[in-house]
């Protein structure tokens, strides 16, 4: 079974060289001319990092026709338990961690540009339980509790 190991933090680029970003998944899991089929390990340890990329890797493992089995070794916290949740197989190394948490953003501007700030948390935040839904068998509803309670485990 091939093995990757994803270290770092999730975001749509790559900044300092240590970022796990969706093209870079892609290309470790697929095979950099999509010749990869075969069944796969990843081990993953992330701090997390931004939902929309975490959400891209997510839909890329789900579509990738071998198994894919990851391990967090270390931690998954944020948006890294977005991947996670995409493994055929998952499971934890004794002693790593794994943490939920209601989406965060940066805001500056007037009422209404806050205001948009809001409604994109509370979608975010939607998308973050879609995702859940299709493993967790808690209910969205303590899910959500979780995230906001910031549930370590």
């Known amino acids: 079974m091939r093995e990757l190991s994803?270290?770092?933090y999730i975001d749509e680029e790559v900044w300092f060289g240590d970022e796990i970003t969706p093209d870079s998944l892609h290309e470790a899991l697929y095979g950099?001319?999509?010749q990869f089929t075969d069944d796969v390990?990843?081990?993953l340890?992330?701090?997390?990092?931004?939902c929309n990329a975490a959400t891209r890797m997510f839909d890329d493992v789900r579509a990738y026709p071998g198994d894919v089995h990851i391990t967090i070794s270390g931690t998954a916290a944020s948006a890294a338990t977005v991947l996670a949740m995409?493994?055929?197989?998952?499971?934890?190394?004794p002693g790593s961690l794994f943490m939920v948490h209601d989406p965060s953003v940066i805001a500056w501007g007037?009422?209404?540009?806050?205001l948009e700030a809001i409604g994109l948390l509370r979608a975010c935040k939607e998308s973050?339980?879609?995702?859940?839904?299709?493993?967790c068998k808690?209910?969205?509803?303590?899910?959500a509790a979780m995230m906001t309670a910031t549930a370590w485990s």
């Open 86 to 93: 995409a493994a055929n197989r998952l499971e934890m190394t």
């Open 41 to 43: 390990r990843i081990r």
């Open 128 to 135: 973050i339980l879609n995702v859940y839904d299709t493993r």
């Open 45 to 50: 340890n992330s701090y997390g990092g931004s």
């Open 138 to 143: 808690k209910e969205r509803g303590e899910l």
């Open 110 to 114: 007037n009422e209404r540009d806050l």
């Open 6 to 8: 994803l270290n770092g």
């Open 32 to 34: 950099a001319e999509n």
